[in-house]
């Protein structure tokens, strides 16, 4: 029996490429139906954590389902009702600044806005160098914006890269139950 239709959708963060992996997997083992969603940079950039044709080879393997990966793919998600909850995992600087700014221009963005024009919750599990410092403001914008619910965040290394937030990927089936009910994950900040 399937809980739930989720939206995965994966922005350029590449070094937390397999914690997302493991996160989608663990959704799908769980009874979720997953619809896979990648950013253009996400579905083409060949990395040194993985080729890009690798990375959605295993997105297709794990949910069943080609990733959508362009503004025309992701535009119905909202009108059609895909998705009971939209997870951008892991959500970059750039993403958080365009949907705190609602500036539409890839796959991600586009599922993110047209799931939020019918009042359906969006789980943002950060990763970025800089969210203490130019992204801390986009994530107070969209702290206060309704449907959006965050995965508690964590400095990842406070000596190397002081500014750096990454969310605690292990907590994200959680937060998913809790988004589902229109709550946020308590603390946000660990």
Known sequence: MTKATIGFAMCGSFCTFSKAFTQ???????????????????FSTSTRFGKAEETVKRAEEITGKDVLHSVVQTEP?????????????????NTLAKLSLGITDTAVTMAAKSHLRILRPVLLCVATNDALGASAQNIGRLLNTKNIYFVPLKQDDCIKKPNSLVADFDKLEDCVTLALQGKQHQPIFL
Not at 24 to 42: C, E, F, H, K, W
Not at 81 to 89: E, F, T, W
């Open 24 to 42: 989608m997997q663990r959704l799908v083992d769980s009874g979720y139906d997953v619809i896979p969603i990648m950013s253009q940079n996400a």
């Open 77 to 93: 998600i909202g009108p059609k009702k895909m998705c009971d909850l939209l997870v951008i995992a892991p959500c970059t600087g």
